[in-house]
């Protein structure tokens, strides 16, 4: 009898130590992997720094030596002009680092961030001038090198980052082991809810383990539910402990504060990033942030349009832009108003109100390209109007009848690039059909903007049609900033959307 006892002994500690070692081996690869991921990123990270670098070093040095092969005659040679090349890229790399701009997630999209790359190239040239101007070497360096390094320069770095995502696209395997590790924890449906809207979405991250929490069935036994609640709780936190992941989402309701706050508590004493399920309220605003106004601490759903500072820039930009372009216009407003006065009788000028900033109604100016008619109900030209002059469809064909409003942006009414402004009878009916499409007023309108030259202008009939152009207005009014007005003043001259459905 104690011989079976004791054999039964040492198999139960055969299987004890089988499944300690099991365990351990389950532990070990968990911490591999980890391991292997971080070196991933870190060694992405590196490459993607000494590829900018690289890539500003030969801007800077085939510039340098054809420039003095150009000036001087002289062979191909390196100068003082090279340091110059080489402050601006100590300057890049460390500020794209101190930005996280080398993180992997930057290279695992097609679409560069040309806006922060050209804010960064522009900041680096400012603070290398102003160290020049300050040791008093601004002399030491040839004008035409740095006017010409500065587009070479960012041409370079703009193809090196674009190298560098695709070699990395190519290797899905690289992109999806070093992507940031989630586990994702909640009730049955909030998480199954979850895994069926992941497998259609980019999310940019991998889901690598779900925790259910049980939902007590009977609300009068809140003995038992808070027992399963907390066995769940721990089970998820062993789970949790064991994957390792970078980051745990839960996806409790808030409404659900006494098991939020017991699972809350449970993973901060675990070394993961820790998410609460995001609510309604933050999935209809794509712009949220925790701020502090005073004492008062809130989530900011919608920011400032733009800051003081920012106001002060685009309104300079604009008045010498704009007074400019009058002035040398000047020719062809004259033969413009003219042919109009000779293509059909009425001003050259059509005048008709509209809303502004904070929807204040100013009087907007355009060269007439219609007949002129007593009839003022305001009715939207369509495609082949025959209330449109011949004069007129050329002039709306290639945007010349919006030039007037240069005048508007010179009184402050409106800006160069901005949302563009409608009749105030067609503002007023989409109010009604589509939500905050008022927000379209928290900036000045302005002659182009981001709609028109993704090719949304023209008639807007139905919801849908408008429906583009708002999402348009709002990704520009979100994401306003100096280099993107420049872009879409580019695009509104040479890019073939910028000239579609013109009626």
């Known amino acids: 009898m104690s011989c079976v006892k004791k054999g039964q002994a040492q198999a139960t500690a055969a299987d004890l130590n089988l499944v300690s070692t099991a365990q351990r081996r389950a532990v070990w690869e968990s911490l591999l992997k980890r391991r292997k991921v971080e070196m991933t990123r870190l060694m992405v990270a590196l490459g993607a720094a ?23 005659g002289a062979k191909l040679q390196l100068s003082i002009n090279f340091q110059f090349a080489m402050i601006i890229c100590t300057f890049i790399v460390i ?117 259910y929490l049980r939902k007590g069935l009977d609300p009068n036994d809140k003995l038992n539910s808070l027992t399963e609640l907390n066995e769940d709780i721990a089970l998820a936190v ?35 990033s820790l998410h609460l399920r995001p609510e309604l309220v933050m999935e209809r605003f794509s712009e949220m942030s925790v701020a502090r106004v005073g004492g008062l601490l809130g989530l900011n759903v919608a920011r400032q349009p733009l800051t ?8 300079a930009f604009d008045v010498v832009v704009s007074a400019f372009a009058l002035v040398v216009l000047s020719p062809l407003f004259a033969i413009v108003s003219i ?105 000045k309108p302005g002659i182009t903007g981001w709609a028109q030259v993704n090719g949304f202008r023209g008639i807007t009939a139905t919801d849908a049609a408008m429906q583009g152009r708002y999402e348009h207005d709002l990704y520009y009014i979100n994401n306003w900033s100096p280099t993107l007005d420049f872009k879409i003043l580019l695009l509104t001259v040479f890019s073939r959307k910028a000239y579609l459905n013109a009626n």
Request: aromatic share 12%.
């Open 308 to 315: 003081f500072t920012e106001v002060l820039l685009k309104r």
């Open 238 to 272: 062993s789970t949790v402990r064991l994957l390792r992941p970078d980051d745990v989402f839960i996806l409790i309701p808030w409404s659900d504060a006494d098991a939020l706050d017991r699972c809350v508590t449970s993973f901060t004493n675990v070394p993961v």
């Open 95 to 211: 500020v794209n680092a101190l930005r996280s701009e080398y993180v992997i997630e930057n290279y695992l999209r097609w679409a560069p961030p040309i806006p922060r790359i050209s804010i960064a190239w522009g900041g680096a040239f400012v603070l290398a001038l102003a160290l020049g101007f300050f040791s008093k070497t601004t002399a030491d360096y040839s004008r035409v090198f740095v006017l010409t390094f500065f587009l070479s320069g960012w041409l370079s770095l703009l193809f090196g980052r674009l190298m560098l995502v695709g070699f990395l696209s190519k290797r899905s395997r690289l992109g999806a082991d070093s992507m940031r590790r989630v586990v994702v924890i909640g009730y049955p449906a909030d998480v199954d809810a979850f895994a069926r809207k992941q497998m259609t979405t980019d999310f940019e991250c991998r889901v690598v383990g779900f925790s």
């Open 339 to 443: 042919l109009i006065r000779l293509d059909s009788p009425g001003s050259a000028i059509f005048v008709q109100e509209r809303y502004g900033f904070n929807q204040e109604p100013f009087r907007a100016f355009k060269f007439r390209t219609m007949r002129a008619s007593a009839d003022r109900t305001f009715r939207q030209a369509q495609k082949d109007d025959d209330r449109i002059t011949r004069l007129g469809r050329f002039l709306r064909r290639w945007n010349i009848d919006e030039l007037p409003q240069l005048v508007n942006v010179l009184r402050g009414e409106m800006s160069l690039v901005g949302p563009r402004p409608h009749a105030l009878a067609h503002d007023r009916a989409f109010e009604q059909r589509i939500a905050h499409y008022a927000r379209r007023h928290n900036v």
């Open 50 to 72: 000494s590829c900018d670098a690289i890539a500003i070093a030969a801007a800077g040095g085939v510039t340098d030596a054809l420039y003095h092969a150009w000036a001087d």
